[in-house]
């Protein structure tokens, strides 16, 4: 267990130790934007191998088991987290890495941005979850918690980094959207329209879900519906 721990401190470590703080741009300033992120993607694919690799040689140590209901919820909230990082990953977004130069004064936040400024990360924030309450050993929870504080905790992080790099561009951004989903539909400072996110998004999300609901357990070795 303690190998997982360690797994877990230094993923964590890598994205809010350095991604997160001003040592990436001094690492930036030194090696210049394309080492450091080939460095950065590297180092974050091996400590993902890592953590893999110490969860499942892990000792397996029952907290809650595994009850149905959590089974089952997972099952029925899954396709939103499908549709969250499908619609997230085929959006023009200034806060993903690569696409900051989209933020200009007139651009307008469309589709699943009118839902959350960071859907991928709230993706798999619900992935990790569900995954997490439907896995109730302690090796699973450390593992879950993980991505599931990577990503909430991603969320901010990424706010507080483009209001350094863009100032009041990223505060009138903030002012039109929302990090925390529908939070901004629901205080009346946006509204969903379903025809900007469009009907091929939700068919790819529901198409992946299917496939991994179908393939889960020749993949990862459980069925999610306890078959």
């Known amino acids: 267990m303690r190998l997982l721990i360690l797994a877990s401190l230094f993923f964590l470590g890598l994205h809010f130790?350095?991604?997160?703080?001003?040592?990436?741009?001094?690492?930036?300033?030194?090696f210049g934007p394309v080492p450091y992120r080939i460095g950065f993607a590297v180092s974050a694919l091996l400590g993902l191998v890592f953590l893999v690799y110490a969860w499942r040689q892990a000792p397996f140590i029952n907290l809650?088991?595994?009850?149905?209901?959590?089974?089952?919820?997972?099952?029925?909230?899954?396709?939103?987290?499908?549709?969250?990082?499908?619609?997230?990953?085929t959006t023009k977004n200034p806060a993903r890495l690569g696409q900051e130069g989209a933020l200009t004064e007139d651009f307008q936040p469309i589709g699943i941005l009118r839902i959350t400024r960071n859907p991928v990360l709230w993706g798999i924030a619900l992935w990790a979850l569900l995954h997490l309450l439907a896995n109730g050993d302690v090796s699973s929870v450390i593992f879950f918690a993980t991505f599931l504080v990577l990503a909430v905790g991603?969320?901010?992080?990424?706010?507080?980094?483009?209001?350094?790099?863009?100032?009041?561009?990223?505060?009138?951004?903030?002012?039109?959207?929302?990090n925390l989903p529908f939070q901004a539909i629901l205080q009346g400072r946006q509204k969903l329209v379903w025809q900007e996110i469009g009907w091929g998004r939700i068919v790819l999300a529901l198409v992946l879900y299917f496939g991994f609901l179908h393939g889960h357990a020749r993949l990862f070795g459980v069925s999610p519906l306890g078959l």
Not at 17 to 30: F, H, N, Q, S, Y
Not at 154 to 170: P, T, V
Request: no cysteine.
């Open 17 to 30: 130790g350095v991604a997160a703080t001003p040592l990436r741009d001094r690492l930036i300033e030194r």
């Open 64 to 89: 809650w088991g595994s009850p149905a209901v959590f089974r089952y919820l997972a099952v029925a909230l899954m396709p939103l987290a499908f549709f969250f990082i499908v619609a997230g990953l």
């Open 154 to 178: 991603g969320s901010f992080d990424i706010d507080r980094k483009r209001l350094r790099q863009f100032g009041e561009h990223w505060r009138r951004y903030m002012e039109q959207t929302s």
